[in-house]
């Protein structure tokens, strides 16, 4: 489970703002949960990334160093790189809850889905990634199928357990070695479920 004191992903997901997409109480139920996060430096920046079950179980945790050119394309590289493994680590219908704490990268995930959900919705937002991006938005978008449902939060920095795998990945270098883990969450049980109290008195609509 995860460690006392702190939040595992599930939570910080349950009181996170998922743009563009209603977030009624049913969306704690997903089967995973990923963070991620890039960071620039002209020193060299990072990638950093960590995967839970919504048991709180680990299933990865990444700390790479990367040369991005600017923290937008670090923050999308990240989210290919936790996207990729998860996928490799996770069964087809998987439910998954992503936090990411970069605003667009967010909104553009959840309009993505949107439209993968059905091609033919009219919706006002739309999706602009940095141009140097490269393949890594396709890659994020090809992802998609990858899973039953997916849907992004906008976390804080300082919330952010990847933040530090990306900021430092040197000293943060060690969770590479961690033995490869295929974690599959406990069966859920609805019965009785008590919805998370910062959406127990909202609308539900997914």
Not at 40 to 47: D, I, M, N, T, Y
């Amino acid at each position: 489970m995860a460690a006392y004191g702190r939040p595992s992903l599930r939570d910080l997901f349950d009181e996170a703002p998922t743009p563009h997409i209603a977030h009624p109480p049913e969306t704690h139920h997903r089967d995973f949960y990923l963070a991620t996060d890039g960071s620039f430096r002209e020193s060299g920046g990072g990638l950093g990334a960590v995967i839970e079950t919504r048991d709180g179980e680990r299933v990865a945790r990444l700390a790479l160093p990367n040369n991005c050119p600017n923290n937008n394309v670090a923050e999308y590289r990240a989210l290919h790189l936790g996207l990729d493994v998860l996928a490799a680590r996770s069964p087809a219908d998987a439910r998954v809850g992503v936090l990411v704490d970069h605003d667009d990268l967010a909104a553009n995930l959840n309009v993505a889905v949107l439209e993968r959900r059905n091609a033919r919705l009219e919706t006002p937002h739309s999706i602009s990634v940095p141009q140097l991006t490269g393949l890594h938005w396709r890659g994020i978008r090809n992802r998609l199928r990858d899973f039953e449902g997916i849907r992004a939060g906008r976390i804080a920095s300082g919330h952010n357990p990847a933040h530090p795998l990306a900021n430092a990945p040197g000293q943060y270098a060690h969770v590479n070695e961690e033995p490869e883990r295929c974690v599959l969450p406990e069966p859920h049980c609805t019965e009785n479920e008590i919805p998370p109290p910062s959406r127990s008195g909202r609308g539900a609509s997914d």
